[in-house]
């Protein structure tokens, strides 16, 4: 069982900065692949990054490329995502997630749809502003 926290969101003008954490309780924290997702009002939620157990390997969505990074801490079991340039677009409600992976980085097309994930946290809101 893990249990999950994020923080950091909030309410930021178009092209500030946020910078999301995710602190995981419980398990193993590297035996996990870690993913932050999104979802805003009326629409399904999206993928927005993954690293795998060791931080070498990450996958971020082409809408994200560029503006945000995630990266990870084993030692203090979590997460981040720095978002930079953030867009009005960008509003939504954040969650981080994480995948019982091993060592693996491969994730399958369920999993970039939001659907198979192990554990949730329950979100953080972030609001850019025009």
């Known amino acids: 069982q893990v249990h999950l926290v994020e923080s950091g969101g909030g309410l930021v003008q178009a092209g500030g900065s946020l910078r999301l954490s995710c602190e995981a309780s419980?398990?193993?924290?590297?035996?996990?692949?870690m993913a932050w997702f999104r979802q805003a009002p009326g629409k399904e939620r999206e993928f927005v990054s993954v690293v795998n157990w060791n931080g070498d390997s990450i996958v971020y969505a082409d809408a994200v490329k560029g503006r945000f990074a995630i990266s990870r801490e084993n030692a203090k079991n979590t997460v981040y995502l720095q978002m930079d340039s953030l867009k009005p677009e960008d509003s939504a409600v954040y969650y981080c997630?994480?995948?019982?992976?091993?060592?693996?980085?491969?994730?399958?097309?369920?999993?970039?749809?939001?659907?198979?994930?192990?554990?949730w946290g329950q979100g953080t809101q972030v609001t850019v502003s025009s």
């Open positions: 419980g398990d193993t924290f590297s035996s996990y692949s």
């Open positions: 997630a994480a995948k019982e992976s091993g060592h693996s980085s491969s994730y399958s097309p369920m999993f970039f749809r939001g659907l198979d994930s192990d554990y």
